[in-house]
């Protein structure tokens, strides 16, 4: 039976009815339910119905004796508490039932006071033994939710599809799940708790993850990724974080490492087809564009002026075309990366004077001036195809042009900052909001607004420009404040 008792009901078990009846008279005061019985057997049988919590047991009496009640009582397990009543000419039994398990006794004949203290008592202790058997109850619940929450977490994080690896703040791993283990091929057996180089075979990789255990990283968004190239063709992107405590202190890192080898090579394929289409088209493109050429030549005379405006114009957007593929057959040269090939020493000086120079009349078309300074003559020289150079120039000089209103301001700033060469272009133009920034360098972003609408352009100068850069090793930036101009620095190094 369960272990459920009322601490407000109490059975007397009495041979003798005065003493039976003087006991609920006390007993019903202290606000106890009272159940009654003459007989060791009658008491037994209201104790399988009710749940009394208190006996008070009658030692001596006809039938079955105290003791043996008591014995009962005692094998139902119910932390049933039994007061034993005893006459004065037996001490003995009293301290034989205290042994037995009885709680208390009381000697007869009592007073009503002896009896309110001793069932008082009994009465505490209960209370207090049910009160710790829920908190107990609660403590175990508590501890299951715990546990299963934390299993559950555990499930998640050990089925999980991308690799993760916990470090602490001293850089010790301290939880890898078997997606990690699989992509960074680490044996099964290899358990968490040793130095991260033991597990990640990428010195700078290794240090990246330390720094961040360490709490180096204030602003999450400098944290870099880095992309690991495994044997086989097998690319892994990893983004670390720090773990913060309630303080925000920071208490490790967590490590999420994910396969990109579909990505990877999904993007080769999409370059290579790019790269293939725009070499088919490009040779029955400029043969339609002579052609139309030519037409334009022998039509002159008996044409109408309708005619030729229309040939024209066709002549215009394939030579527009032309230029387009020219651009994606660069772009797909650098994502290849076959830019520097031809690498030799160029005067960067020289090569900003001419395409000035080239760019200044379409600067003068829309009464802007265009002006070239150099501080620190002769620059040094850098080592690259001029090529590709004249491509970074070019298309920055042609953009500021392009996005600056007529009567607008464009300079071309070149100098030596450190051990690199410094290009900057500068306009007071149009300007680039905020947050557009992040997205002109990719392949044929163009900001579109109202001023810019009328602009023609396939959005790739700025790929190319950056693609070209990084293979050399440099660093472009850009600065701009709408309705104020914009200013892109090209740094390269210098060997
Ligand atoms: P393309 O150069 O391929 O002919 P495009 O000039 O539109 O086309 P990008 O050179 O890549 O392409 O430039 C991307 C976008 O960045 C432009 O569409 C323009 O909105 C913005 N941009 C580039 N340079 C400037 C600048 N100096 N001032 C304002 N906006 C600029
Ligand atoms: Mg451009």
Same mark, same amino acid.
């Given at each position: 039976?369960?272990?459920?008792?009322?601490?407000?009901?109490?059975?007397?078990?009495?041979?003798?009815?005065?003493?039976?009846?003087?006991?609920?008279?006390?007993?019903?005061?202290?606000?106890?339910?009272?159940?009654?019985?003459?007989?060791?057997?009658?008491?037994?049988?209201?104790?399988?119905?009710?749940?009394?919590?208190?006996?008070?047991?009658?030692?001596?009496?006809?039938?079955?004796?105290?003791?043996?009640?008591?014995?009962?009582?005692?094998?139902?397990?119910?932390?049933?508490?039994?007061?034993?009543?005893?006459?004065?000419?037996?001490?003995?039994?009293?301290?034989?039932?205290?042994?037995?398990?009885?709680?208390?006794?009381?000697?007869? +004949?009592?007073? +009503?006071?002896?009896?309110?203290?001793?069932?008082?008592?009994?009465?505490?202790?209960?209370?207090?033994?049910?009160?710790?058997?829920?908190?107990?109850?609660?403590?175990?619940?508590?501890?299951?939710?715990?546990?299963?929450?934390?299993?559950?977490?555990?499930?998640?994080?050990?089925?999980?599809?991308?690799?993760?690896?916990?470090?602490?703040?001293?850089?010790?791993?301290?939880?890898?799940? +078997?997606?990690?283990?699989?992509?960074?091929?680490?044996?099964?057996?290899?358990?968490?708790?040793?130095?991260?180089?033991?597990?990640?075979?990428?010195?700078?990789?290794?240090?990246?993850?330390?720094?961040?255990?360490?709490?180096?990283?204030?602003?999450?968004?400098?944290?870099?990724?880095?992309?690991?190239?495994?044997?086989?063709?097998?690319?892994?992107?990893?983004?670390?974080?720090?773990?913060?405590?309630?303080?925000?202190?920071?208490?490790? #890192?967590?490590?999420?490492?994910?396969?990109?080898?579909?990505?990877?090579?999904?993007?080769?394929?999409?370059?290579?087809?790019?790269?293939?289409?725009?070499?088919?088209?490009?040779?029955?493109?400029?043969?339609?564009?002579?052609?139309?050429?030519?037409?334009?030549?022998?039509?002159?005379?008996?044409?109408?002026?309708?005619?030729?405006?229309?040939?024209?114009?066709?002549?215009?957007?394939?030579?527009?075309?032309?230029?387009?593929?020219?651009?994606?057959?660069?772009?797909?040269?650098?994502?290849?990366?076959?830019?520097?090939?031809?690498?030799?020493?160029?005067?960067?000086?020289?090569?900003?004077?001419?395409?000035?120079?080239?760019?200044?009349?379409?600067?003068?078309?829309?009464?802007?001036?265009?002006?070239?300074?150099?501080?620190?003559? +002769?620059?040094?020289?850098?080592?690259?195809?001029?090529?590709?150079?004249?491509?970074?120039?070019?298309?920055?000089?042609?953009? #500021?042009?392009?996005?600056?209103?007529?009567?607008?301001?464009?300079?071309?700033?070149?100098?030596?900052?450190?051990?690199?060469?410094?290009?900057?272009?500068?306009?007071?133009?149009?300007?680039?909001?905020?947050?557009?920034?992040?997205?002109?360098?990719?392949?044929?972003?163009?900001?579109?607004?109202?001023?810019?609408?009328?602009?023609?352009?396939?959005?790739?100068?700025?790929?190319?420009?950056?693609?070209?850069?990084?293979?050399?090793?440099?660093?472009?930036?850009?600065?701009?404040?709408?309705?104020?101009?914009?200013?892109?620095?090209?740094?390269?190094?210098?060997?």
């Amino acid at each position: 039976m369960e272990n459920k008792l009322d601490t407000g009901r109490v059975l007397v078990i009495d041979d003798e009815q005065v003493l039976r009846d003087g006991a609920e008279r006390i007993l019903i005061r202290m606000n106890f339910q009272v159940f009654k019985a003459s007989r060791g057997d009658e008491g037994l049988k209201i104790l399988e119905k009710e749940p009394v919590s208190i006996v008070l047991l009658d030692m001596k009496m006809p039938g079955m004796d105290g003791m043996e009640v008591l014995k009962r009582i005692k094998e139902m397990e119910r932390g049933i508490l039994v007061i034993v009543i005893t006459g004065f000419a037996t001490v003995e039994t009293a301290i034989e039932a205290m042994k037995r398990g009885a709680y208390d006794f009381i000697p007869k +004949p009592y007073e +009503p006071d002896q009896l309110r203290i001793v069932v008082n008592r009994a009465r505490e202790k209960m209370q207090l033994q049910q009160e710790t058997e829920k908190l107990e109850k609660e403590r175990r619940r508590t501890l299951a939710d715990l546990h299963t929450s934390q299993s559950r977490v555990y499930t998640i994080i050990e089925s999980l599809p991308n690799g993760v690896l916990v470090t602490d703040t001293n850089g010790k791993v301290v939880l890898l799940n +078997p997606a990690f283990r699989q992509h960074l091929g680490i044996a099964r057996d290899m358990e968490p708790g040793g130095e991260l180089a033991s597990y990640i075979d990428d010195e700078n990789l290794c240090k990246l993850i330390i720094d961040i255990s360490r709490g180096k990283y204030v602003d999450f968004d400098d944290i870099p990724n880095y992309e690991l190239n495994l044997a086989g063709g097998k690319f892994l992107l990893a983004r670390a974080r720090p773990v913060l405590g309630e303080k925000r202190e920071c208490l490790g #890192a967590v490590t999420n490492i994910m396969d990109v080898s579909a990505m990877k090579a999904l993007d080769q394929l999409r370059s290579e087809f790019v790269a293939k289409v725009s070499h088919e088209l490009r040779s029955p493109l400029s043969t339609i564009h002579e052609q139309l050429a030519m037409v334009l030549n022998d039509m002159a005379e008996g044409a109408s002026e309708n005619e030729q405006h229309i040939i024209s114009r066709a002549k215009e957007k394939t030579k527009g075309l032309i230029s387009s593929i020219g651009d994606l057959l660069d772009l797909s040269r650098i994502e290849a990366g076959i830019v520097s090939k031809e690498s030799k020493p160029v005067q960067v000086g020289e090569l900003l004077k001419s395409i000035v120079d080239f760019l200044g009349a379409r600067a003068t078309a829309k009464k802007q001036t265009l002006e070239l300074e150099i501080s620190g003559e +002769p620059l040094p020289t850098i080592y690259a195809d001029p090529m590709a150079l004249e491509s970074v120039y070019g298309n920055l000089i042609t953009n #500021a042009t392009n996005y600056t209103q007529e009567g607008g301001e464009i300079k071309v700033i070149a100098d030596k900052a450190g051990a690199n060469l410094r290009v900057v272009v500068k306009d007071n133009g149009y300007g680039i909001d905020a947050k557009y920034m992040g997205k002109i360098f990719e392949k044929f972003y163009r900001v579109k607004n109202e001023k810019t609408r009328f602009i023609t352009g396939t959005g790739l100068g700025l790929p190319i420009v950056k693609g070209i850069v990084d293979s050399l090793g440099g660093y472009i930036d850009v600065e701009s404040e709408t309705g104020k101009g914009t200013s892109f620095t090209v740094l390269l190094p210098i060997k």
